[in-house]
Nanobody, 123 residues
């Protein structure tokens, strides 16, 4: 059974940085796609970034492009999200997820989810 645990969230001022981590255990070999989504209060899950755990290929959302970097250490079953130049509109709960399919931007295609970590960027 897959277990995903996020950490690294917090409160930062606008323009600040945070590094999120996702510890993944129990992932099967075909669950190669790993991703970050975020969910603000009263809104649905929004795609942020995804990475192939074995190939390292990445895909970023438009809002993340140029500010966020996604990476993975498959040997340690860890995924990271380096977030720079944070803005108040980045405030949300950030969740990691894994999938055996390759439709990276669709939340419905992900098999397992973590509980999330809160990121708050104050103005």
């Amino acid at each position: 059974q897959v277990r995903l645990v996020e950490s690294g969230g917090g409160l930062v001022q606008s323009g600040g940085s945070l590094r999120l981590s996702c510890a993944a255990s129990g992932r099967s070999a075909n669950q190669d796609l790993m991703a970050w989504f975020r969910q603000a209060p009263g809104k649905g899950r929004q795609f942020v970034a995804a990475v192939s755990a074995t190939g390292g290929n990445t895909i970023m959302s438009g809002s993340a492009q140029g500010r966020f970097t996604i990476s993975v250490d498959d040997t340690k079953n860890m995924m990271y999200l380096q977030m720079n130049s944070l803005k108040p509109e980045d405030t949300a709960v950030y969740l990691c997820a894994v999938s055996s399919r390759f439709t990276p931007t669709m939340a419905s295609s992900y098999d397992s989810w973590g509980q999330g970590t809160q990121v708050t960027a104050s103005s």
